[in-house]
Structure formats: structure tokens, C-alpha cells
């Protein structure tokens, strides 16, 4: 039996998954540290995910060191972790996070990059493998889903690409950490959304001393 599709991610108060958008390239350049445009996003962003930072598992699978913080936050996130099978992101995604992410990319599963180039996959140690698709979100998920196999296929961002999914009616369920911020401006996740078709139920509300983790059922309306 194939397993679901969804997404998880950090959301503010507000609405907003991401900051202002600043250039991947600037913000991890050496010169774009001293923007004052990168500080700012990188304090937004850095508030916005504080949740996960602490957690223990999350150190572990960035190799940030021992120790860590466990509980229900930790739970969470080793849970999104094991139950993934496949990851599928957008390009932009990609690009940020092939310049912070360890040698040892956090996935250790195969992810599906949806883009317009064509490349050849890039195999990184510890079983992640980028491969990389440049003939549609539907093409992305089959092969993702083949690769899965049993378990879940996660749309792992960035805003626009869950956004382009959603709207599809290709996911399954969602969670979202609402984090006790606002941010008045940035990426908002449902812009645009399709509220003809996208309709929701609750599934349950968990919420920890850092954040509020809400997780929906999609069904058509």
C-alpha cells in the first residue's frame, strides 16, 4: 500500500513560512553576512525556526553535536523523519540548502528536485541522492512515490512548490509548527491558494512551550 503525501513546515503567526526573499547566493556568501537585508532575514529566520534548533534529534541529523532537547517537539521531528520515504523540493530549495547542508545531506532517502535543467543525479554520503526532474510536480511525485515505496512522500518546500502541489490536489495531509511570531511581511504559504477546490479537516492540535503543531486531512470541496 503506497503511503500519503504531505508537507510539514514552520509557519509564523501571521502566515509566513519565510522571510522577505533575499537571494540564496547572499545570504550564504561571505560579503552578504555583512547586508544589513541577509542579518535581517537571518534573525527572522533563525526566530521563526527556534523551535527546532534545540531538539536533539534535529542535532543529531545536522551533526551539530550532542545533547539536545527531547520531548514532544523531539518526537515530532524524528517522527517526520522516519516516516518519510522520498522527498520532493523545488529547485530554489535546493540551492539554498546544497550550501548549508552538511557533507551528509539530512535526508538519507532519495529527494526529487522539480526543475527546468537536466542534470545527473548527485549522490551525497549517508543515502541521500538528488535526482533531478525537469518534466513536472505529477512526474517529481510518481517517481518519488516509487522510490518510497511503503512509506510517505514529503513535499519538503519550498512555499511556492507545496503551494503548486496543493492546488493540484496532490497532498494527502499537512502539519504546520505555528510559531508565536509575526513577521508583517514575506513568503506566505496559502497565497494564492485554490479555495475552490482545497478544502481541510482537523486532525489534532499539539501544542508544546515553543510552538503549536496543527495537522490537517486535504479532501476536495
Do not use: C
Not at 110 to 120: G, L, M
Not at 188 to 195: M, P
Amino acid at each position: 500500500m503506497a503511503g500519503k503525501v504531505y508537507f510539514s513546515v514552520t509557519m509564523s503567526l501571521d502566515g509566513f513560512v519565510a522571510p522577505d526573499e533575499v537571494a540564496v547566493a547572499d545570504v550564504f556568501s561571505p560579503e552578504g553576512q555583512n547586508d544589513p537585508r541577509v542579518q535581517r532575514w537571518m534573525s527572522k529566520w533563525s526566530e521563526l525556526q527556534a523551535w527546532i534548533f534545540p531538539q536533539r534529534f534535529f542535532r543529531e541529523n545536522l551533526q551539530l553535536g550532542e545533547g539536545g532537547e527531547e520531548g514532544l517537539d523531539n518526537d515530532i521531528a524524528r517522527a517526520t523523519y522516519e516516516r518519510t520515504g522520498a522527498s520532493v523540493m523545488g529547485k530554489r530549495m535546493f540551492d539554498g540548502g546544497a550550501l548549508a547542508w552538511p557533507e551528509e545531506a539530512p535526508f538519507h532517502t532519495p529527494v526529487f528536485v522539480v526543475t527546468h535543467e537536466t542534470r545527473d543525479p548527485w549522490e551525497r554520503p549517508g543515502g541521500t541522492t538528488f535526482h533531478f526532474v525537469n518534466d513536472g510536480i505529477e512526474k517529481a511525485l510518481d517517481q518519488a512515490r516509487e522510490a518510497a515505496g511503503e512509506r510517505d512522500v514529503r513535499i519538503a518546500g519550498g512555499g511556492a512548490t507545496i503551494l503548486e502541489y496543493l492546488n493540484a490536489g496532490l497532498i494527502d495531509e499537512f502539519t504546520i509548527a505555528l510559531a508565536p511570531v509575526l513577521f508583517g511581511s514575506g513568503i506566505r504559504l496559502f497565497e494564492g491558494v485554490d479555495d475552490d477546490r482545497v478544502a481541510l479537516e482537523p486532525v489534532r492540535a499539539e501544542p508544546s512551550p515553543r510552538t503549536t503543531h496543527l495537522t490537517y486531512t486535504v479532501r476536495e470541496r
